[in-house]
């Protein structure tokens, strides 16, 4: 059963940080590229950060220099450390696996950036 399970967000203020964390069974983690993607109330999903199987990482321009995704192989785990959030950072944050052949998606967790 394929099952990937996001832990780590909450309620921040601005300037502060999260460290985010999806943890995937029932696939082989090292075989898919994995992406953490965000969707704010009233607008469309889009892609925060990917890191590649060989751990190439890239970033939206608006997380960029904030945001840093790792994965731990050993541990199945991707992870999204989230610095100097600012209260358009609010989303549901949802970690994403994809290769040739499949594409996997977690239920996601809530980050919510506010004084």
């Known amino acids: 059963q394929v099952q990937l399970v996001e832990s780590g967000g909450g309620l921040v203020q601005p300037g502060g940080s999260l460290r985010l964390s999806c943890v995937v069974s029932?696939?082989?983690?090292?075989?898919?590229?994995m992406k953490w993607y965000r969707q704010a109330p009233g607008k469309e999903r889009e892609l925060v950060a990917g890191?590649?199987?060989?751990?190439?990482?890239n970033y939206a321009g608006s997380v960029k220099d904030r945001f840093t995704i790792s994965r731990d192989n050993s541990k199945n785990t991707v992870y999204l450390q989230m610095n100097s959030l600012k209260p358009e950072d609010t989303a549901i944050y949802s970690c994403?696996?994809?290769?040739?052949?499949?594409?996997?998606w977690g239920q996601g967790t809530q980050v919510t950036v506010s004084s």
């Open positions: 029932g696939f082989t983690f090292t075989d898919y590229a």
């Open positions: 994403n696996a994809l290769n040739m052949r499949n594409e996997y």
């Open positions: 890191i590649s199987t060989a751990g190439g990482a």
